[in-house]
């Protein structure tokens, strides 16, 4: 499979509803940051023209897809990892720019779940270089199902600890 097309195999019933990749800014910044390394080791010179394939390597395996059931992302470069987050488990969206993603105009998205060997803080899986990441993270949250508890119910919770705080008074 090239890394230009990867596909995400859907679930029986699942409907994709947004899909990304880092943006083209992201492959010049990476490649900087590749070749100021290769730079900085004298051995590693010879390689340093070769920085924009690195990055574009790297960063061409970076794809994530949300569907009405999860977010599955695919990062690797010479190992490569495929994590599916059930919306339910999503706890938390943000988004992230350092200086020097603020000169490329770059804006990531930190996805925090409860979800496997992290889950007593929350495993953080990042979206790199996400165009409209404010807009994107806003529908990832859209799609996250949220607590049924209505109004009623929680003046119910209310009244019951109400009166066990009068009983142990």
Do not use: C, Y
Request: overall charge negative.
């Amino acid at each position: 499979m090239s890394h230009d097309r990867p596909t995400l195999v859907l679930q029986p019933g699942e409907t994709l509803l947004i899909e990304g990749r880092p943006s083209p800014a992201a492959q010049l910044q990476k490649s900087l940051e590749i070749g100021i390394a290769l730079l900085a080791g004298v051995l590693s010179l010879p390689l340093a023209p070769f920085a924009p394939v690195f990055a574009s390597r790297f960063l061409g395996w970076h794809r994530w897809w949300l569907t009405d059931r999860r977010l599955v992302v695919r990062n690797g470069f010479i190992g490569r990892t495929m994590r599916a987050i059930p919306l339910d488990r999503i706890v938390d969206v943000s988004t992230k720019m350092s200086w020097w993603d603020r000169i490329f105009g770059l804006q990531h998205i930190l996805i925090r779940d409860m979800t496997g060997e992290g889950a007593t803080s929350g495993a953080i899986t990042t979206l790199i270089a996400v165009e409209e990441a404010e807009a994107v993270a806003e529908r990832v949250l859209s799609a996250t199902p949220r607590s049924a508890v209505n109004d009623a119910d929680l003046e119910d919770v209310v009244e019951l600890l109400q009166q066990l705080v009068d009983k142990a008074a």
